[in-house]
């Protein structure tokens, strides 16, 4: 199937000298359905049909055989063998085609020609119903108009070349005529397709009227083919990775174990202050309670504990499997301090699901979301786990940014800093299609990585 642009509209409106400079410049074939109707009418006046005796007519039609051929670019109506491209544009062939186009039999006679040709060649194609009936898919469709008086001047002023003695007066009177006769036949009927672009050229001149249509079949093509990339874009369902289940923030960590928490947090922060020189900036960002995430860059060991040492309600976190796999006291340890195993890289489902238990449950939770320690303090890239857990459970994400110059030891600088916690749902993440997840997840890592500074 080519491309196919869909022309109609009234009698003199210039269709055809306009579809044939489009075809020209955009190397389309242009077919003339007009001249197959007048090349029936032809063969009917030649043969001296009674245009009253439709069956008559209707009978003819098996005599008759039509082509269109090209010959240097321009259209050649060949009839029964006969070249007719000339003979069949006087106003007597005009009236007669008129006429004989209203019988349904004429039109479907005509109609397997017209329809294959669409098929065969990236056409435009001219007529009275062809967006509406012949193409009614056509990628373009374009109704060209023009008021009766302006046809009549331009029809008049051809024949006039053409040396007809036709008066503007009898012109005009039959242009109304053949207006009157497409419009209210009833077999397919001009009028304009619904989808249709409306181009009025009274007030233009040839040249405008051929690049106002050439603009129109621009936009509407590019219109199409964005729309056809986008439909592709959507058919590709987004991978829905876990339903939406949000966390019910009703869940609290026992209030004894956060005021003994709070105690050791500031006892720690304490030694914190002699041992580093440390400080946490947005302290006002960390909510006051549970169930939130926060993800970090990750500089050194003690990264958990410089996040937590702000937020009043214990943290989680993953750690890395291997961890857990050595020294039994040390697994208690780091079991009791809220760690729990994750193997890396494999998309590890069951740490997902420990993640959203321990949301759940009312802790916080500490994910280092480029999934492993920066040496030289820049920030990686990130891991959608973290989106994907703060999805699913609709929960906050504080982004917290760890700063220090080379190695971690005694009385090293340290900046802790906490950003404005990202909220999924406000951008976009209400759910966990995979376009979303990375919008979340790009978003957390802007926002360390402006924190890291
Ligand atoms: O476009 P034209 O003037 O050459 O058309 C000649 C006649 O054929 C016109 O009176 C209407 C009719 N026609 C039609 O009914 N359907 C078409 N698709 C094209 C032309």
Not at 194 to 219: G, K, P
Not at 339 to 353: E, L, M, N, Y
Not at 415 to 442: C, F, Q
Request: proline letters at 4%.
């Amino acid at each position: 199937m080519g491309i196919n642009i869909a022309l109609d509209g009234p009698s003199g409106a210039g269709k055809s000298t306009i579809a044939k400079a489009v075809a020209a410049k955009m190397k389309y074939v242009y077919v003339d359905t007009g001249a197959m109707y007048r090349a029936v009418a032809c063969y009917m006046v030649t043969s001296g049909t009674d245009f009253e005796d439709t069956s008559a007519i209707i009978n003819k039609l098996n005599d008759i055989s039509i082509k269109l051929e090209y010959m240097d670019g321009a259209q050649h109506v060949i009839l029964n063998g006969e070249d007719v491209s000339d003979k069949i544009r006087t106003p007597e062939i005009s009236m007669a085609a008129s006429k004989t186009s209203a019988i349904p039999e004429v039109r479907t006679f005509l109609f397997d020609l017209q329809q294959t040709m669409a098929k065969e060649n990236d056409i435009i194609m001219d007529g009275r119903d062809i967006g509406t009936v012949v193409l009614p898919n056509a990628d373009v469709k374009i109704f060209l108009t023009a008021s009766a008086e302006a046809r009549a001047q331009r029809r008049f002023k051809e024949l006039q070349e053409k040396g007809d003695p036709s008066t503007y007066e009898e012109v005009l009177r039959d242009i109304e005529q053949r207006d009157y006769n497409d419009t209210h036949r009833e077999t397919a009927p001009l009028k304009k397709a619904d989808d249709a672009v409306e181009v009025d050229t009274t007030a233009l001149d040839l040249q405008q009227s051929i690049d106002e249509i050439c603009r129109v079949i621009a936009d509407k093509l590019s219109e199409k083919k964005n729309n056809a990339s986008l439909t592709v874009k959507k058919e590709r369902t987004p991978r829905v990775l876990m339903e939406v289940h949000p966390i019910s923030k009703t869940n609290k960590v026992n209030p004894l174990r956060v005021f003994g928490y709070g105690i050791l947090r500031w006892v720690t922060i304490g030694i914190y202050h002699i041992y580093y020189d440390i400080k946490w900036e947005g302290v006002e960002n960390v909510p006051k309670d549970g169930g939130n995430i926060f993800a970090s860059n990750h500089r050194s060991y003690q990264d958990p504990v410089f996040i937590a040492l702000h937020a009043r309600v214990p943290l989680s976190y993953m750690a890395k499997e291997e961890l857990f796999q050595g020294n039994k006291a040390f697994k208690w340890l780091i079991s009791k301090l809220g760690a729990f195993p994750v193997s890396r890289g494999k998309g590890d489902t069951a740490a997902i699901d420990t993640s959203i238990e321990k949301l759940e449950s009312g802790r916080n939770l500490a994910i280092f979301p480029e999934g492993t320690r920066s040496k030289d303090g820049k920030v990686g890239k990130g891991k959608t786990g973290v989106a994907l857990i703060a999805a699913v459970a609709q929960t906050k994400i504080i982004p917290v940014g760890i700063t220090f110059e080379g190695k971690l030891k005694f009385r090293k600088k340290v900046t802790v800093r906490y950003g404005k916690p990202i909220i999924p749902s406000e951008i976009g993440a209400d759910n966990t299609d995979s376009g979303s997840l990375k919008v979340l997840k790009n978003r957390v890592m802007e926002d360390i990585t402006s924190l890291v500074h």
